[in-house]
């Protein structure tokens, strides 16, 4: 029986695109790094440092932020020094030039972008990766061109592993029709091959798609990985995809299954997200409880 793999990094949302703000302060945030360092997390990913006019630094190369109060981006970076974490930095989504096919200027905001970050961030030890943050369940969007232009760039500025983390193109994907197993295959098979050497890591999400089809799926993304040379890992919603409200903690017996499911392929799990949906000090009582279930299964006295 294959081993059920812990949770062993997590994404971290700090620009609340569709999770509410928990309002924490650098305090609040040391003692969520503390915590990894004493559960087994050793990498976190901020899922993008900039979305439409929020940015989680005062970047001099984005025009028309919001105000930035606070170098959250420093505050990340100091704590995973301090705790001795890996960082993955996420990069900017405009939310609108490659939504409106427009792939070459979400390439030309991002460019400077990441020298920015280089320039102000390159230093620090936890600096681990980077994170291309536009998702895609499908050959769509010219994700093959944002790919392979923001990878090779953020490999140029600073060598460094590149993850992404795409989502099945299943049913419970709002928004666009199902695919088949197969139909999503195909499409991947395409999209590892002409984007070879622009990305190291996939970290397929595992919530758009039914239950009883993920073992399935998570198997077919693994052969892909090993016929691209591509590192498979998983990334685990923490949240519930299932109730009319979004998004509340997932039920620890989906987590379980989906756990399972993913330790026959993936090398590594990491989430979305701990901070709000597993973390004992979330917004979300039932987090509280769902980390209290973790911890028995895994026989974690923390």
Known sequence: M???????????????HDIPSQNWGPEEWRREFELYSRIGIDTVILIRAG?????VFAARSVPDLLPVYEDLAEVFFSLADEFGLKLFFGL?????????????????LNKPFVDEVVARYGHHPSFAGWYLCHETGKNDAHIIE?????????????????LISPYPQGAKQPGAAAFTLEESFDHWDRIFAETRGAFDVCAFQDGQVHYQELPAFVQGIGDLGRKHGITIWSNLETFDRDMPIKFPPADWRYLRFKMEAASRVAEKIVTFEFPHFVSPHSCYPAAHNLFRRYCEHFGLNV
């Open 146 to 162: 944002l790919f392979n232009h923001l990878g090779r760039h953020c490999k140029a500025a600073k060598d460094l592993p590149v």
């Open 92 to 108: 900017f989504d405009s939310g609108w030039h490659w939504m409106r096919r427009t792939w070459w200027k979400e390439v030309e």
């Open 51 to 55: 979305y439409q006019n929020k940015c």
């Open 2 to 16: 294959t081993p059920t793999l812990r949770i062993t990094g997590t994404f971290l949302d700090e620009i609340t």
